[in-house]
């Protein structure tokens, strides 16, 4: 067992403790004043110890008196949550918030019911998340029991804050029964399964332009007529009234068989967008950071997101073509159900951008710093003139550390795997390289391609 798992269990423990290191500071103070008091007042026959006396009783009395006050004011409560959970069981309900997710704050709505809040004390909550990750100590705000001692309902809303844009399992709640003046506090543990998405923030940026290359019906016309591809693979065997001068004479030369190449069809419909974004990662980097992973992940999905909203918000009819496979979302809106894909997507080793990348039917492609540059430029060569290329430059989101910063990071220390200090990190990090130098190769593929491209 190594120290961090000891530790954790120690921290872990800690919580059930009740009594809160406000009392105990109160009763060191109480012991010292009662020595330094003893020492120089309290003489004896002298005529200050009956008073003194006196005042020492009513002081340890009223004191006793809240001590006990504010024992029983959080005691019940908890008690009385024990005693539910084993009759009839407590239920808890975690929702994501309608309202628009800000940077680094998800609104969650919380609701407990059946719950007592202690007389004029409060509630607290701790989520525990990803295994035995544990967020810090929250009340609800907007809570529908204050002011109300004996409703037995819960409820209000808690802005989460967390980085990573993906889908968190919440595995319980720990909650906390805390009296007025919190001296102690009394804690239980509910059981819950549930998860919610964190979902990408909207950015302004570049306009994007896209023409529709694939029609599901023949309704909407297109300004300028495109070409199709005829049957499957362009070729259809040789017949009687076909034109020799279209037989393919390699292929025959190869196998013996006399096939012919169909022409391109002109197809003045088309109306309807494909969006691919490409999660492949042909740089291996999980083991120089793993924090790296999840910023350029995050930073990725991001862009991706906006991109499609962008061309959705043109009323154009668009579908988003995922690149691994996700579980199923329900959800009546199409742009929210992609929304949820993007933001659960992962870097993977699977398809490819020649794999993924429908060159006659897609639009858009978005791409990454991870990109095989040689399979990119494989598959431009197959690629229309008017297919888009959007080029996320994952690089950029770690750029821009100034030498002035580094007298400001020695005095103000970032917090851990936050922007400022990976960025100090980047700059010695051997993945550096290999991602401008991947970067460059990209930039200079799409640079002599004909296709439209977008960097970002």
């Known amino acids: 067992m190594n120290f961090s798992r000891i530790k954790n269990k120690i921290f872990y423990s800690s919580i059930f403790i009740p009594i809160r290191l406000r009392l105990v ?6 012991i010292f004043a009662w020595t330094w008091l003893k020492k120089n007042y309290l003489i004896p026959d002298s005529s200050f110890i009956a008073i003194a006396s006196v005042f020492i009783t009513v002081t340890l009395w009223f004191l006793g008196a809240i001590f006990l006050f504010a024992f029983l004011s959080a005691v019940i409560p908890w008690l009385t949550l024990l005693f539910t959970k084993k009759s009839q069981g407590v239920t808890i309900e975690i929702k994501t918030s309608a309202s628009e997710n800000k940077i680094d704050k998800h609104p969650l709505l919380i609701t407990i019911r059946p719950v007592f809040t202690p007389a004029f004390g409060n509630i ?9 990750n544990l967020s810090e100590k929250f009340t609800l705000s907007g809570s529908q029991q204050n002011g109300k001692w004996f ?6 809303y808690y802005e989460c804050r967390l980085q990573d844009i993906k889908e968190y399992a919440i595995t319980s709640a720990i909650i906390y029964f805390e009296d007025m003046f919190h001296f102690f506090s009394f804690a239980s543990v509910l059981k819950t399964e549930t998860s919610f998405i964190t979902h990408p923030v909207e950015v302004h940026g570049t306009p994007l332009k896209v023409k529709p290359k ?21 070729y259809k065997n040789f017949e009687d009234n076909d034109d020799i001068r279209r037989i393919v004479w390699k292929i025959y030369a190869k196998n ?20 691919y974004a490409s999660f492949y990662n042909a ?3 999980t083991d120089y950071c793993p924090a790296f992973e999840r910023i350029f992940l995050n930073h990725f999905k991001t862009m991706a997101w906006n991109c499609y909203n962008q061309l959705s918000r043109q009323n154009q009819s668009i579908s988003y073509i995922p690149d691994q496979e996700t579980k199923p979302l329900f959800s ?17 080793s699977g398809k490819n951008v020649q794999q993924y990348f429908n060159t006659h039917e897609g639009s858009v492609l978005c791409i990454s710093s991870f990109t095989d540059a040689v399979e990119l430029q494989n598959m431009l060569e197959r690629a229309e003139k008017d297919s888009v290329i959007v080029f996320v430059q994952l690089s950029r989101i770690l750029s821009g550390f100034k030498y002035s910063d580094w007298i400001e990071w020695l005095f103000v220390k970032p917090a851990k795997d936050s922007v400022d200090r990976l960025k100090f990190k980047w700059i010695f990090s051997p993945l550096k390289k290999n991602i401008l130098s991947n970067e460059k190769i990209i930039h200079k593929i799409l640079k002599e391609s004909e296709v439209e491209k977008m960097i970002l």
Do not use: C
């Open 256 to 275: 013996k068989e006399l096939v012919i190449r169909v022409p391109e069809i002109n197809d003045p419909y088309a109306s309807h967008i494909y969006f």
């Open 124 to 132: 607290l909550l701790r989520l525990r998340y990803e295994g035995n």
């Open 214 to 234: 694939k029609s599901h019906d023949t309704q909407v016309r297109i300004d300028r007529i495109r070409k199709v591809e005829g049957e499957f693979l362009n």
């Open 25 to 30: 500071l109160l009763m060191v103070a109480m």
């Open 283 to 285: 740089l291996k980097f």
């Open 332 to 348: 009546d809106d199409p742009d929210e159900k992609v929304k949820q894909i993007i933001s659960t997507a992962e870097w993977h």
């Open 151 to 156: 409703s037995k309902t819960l409820s209000g």
